[in-house]
């Protein structure tokens, strides 16, 4: 066998594991991509979770949402306390749509309207903070309000 042979020899084995080595390293960086996924939906569901239980745990916020929902005046600590709970929420929804595999929102979508639907408190503050929010996820934020009838 000359050289000649044995360098081409060579070179088909190296290309060999070249190609298997970027195929190895496709499935890893696909693994990669589904786990942080799967770790950003369990941090919003989480995020949702939290914002429920605060209504659920704690009687007084409970109280404090029925009354706004019902128009009753607040003070200003009440008004604090309801803006941040309203808050949270809506960033749970953006981030929530955000890490969606695609630009159509869904899930975000529809929890966000059923309980701006059932909030007129949340939906006044829908109203007066989504511009802060449609400049993070316009998408969901437009989307949001096409469901709700809500001018942009």
Not at 8 to 31: C, K, M, W
Not at 126 to 134: G, K, L, P, S
Request: proline fraction near 2%; aromatic fraction near 8%; include cysteine.
């Amino acid at each position: 066998m000359n050289w000649d042979a044995v360098g081409a020899i060579g070179e088909v084995l190296g290309a060999s594991v070249v190609i298997v080595t970027l195929g190895y390293l496709a499935v890893q960086t696909r693994q990669i991509r589904k786990s942080g996924q799967h770790t950003a939906t369990l941090a919003v569901t989480e995020a949702h979770s939290r914002w429920r239980s605060a209504l659920y745990n704690n009687r007084d916020l409970a109280d404090l949402l029925i009354k706004a929902n019902l128009g009753e005046a607040l003070t200003d600590a009440q008004k604090l306390q309801l803006h941040y709970l309203h808050f949270e929420l809506f960033i749970a929804c953006v981030v929530g749509h955000y890490t969606q595999e695609t630009d159509t929102p869904r899930a975000e979508v529809a929890l966000l309207a059923s309980i701006l639907s059932a909030n007129p408190s949340v939906l006044a503050a829908w109203n007066e903070q989504r511009v802060i929010f449609y400049a993070l996820d316009p998408v969901l934020v437009d989307a949001v309000n096409s469901r709700m009838n809500v001018e942009n």
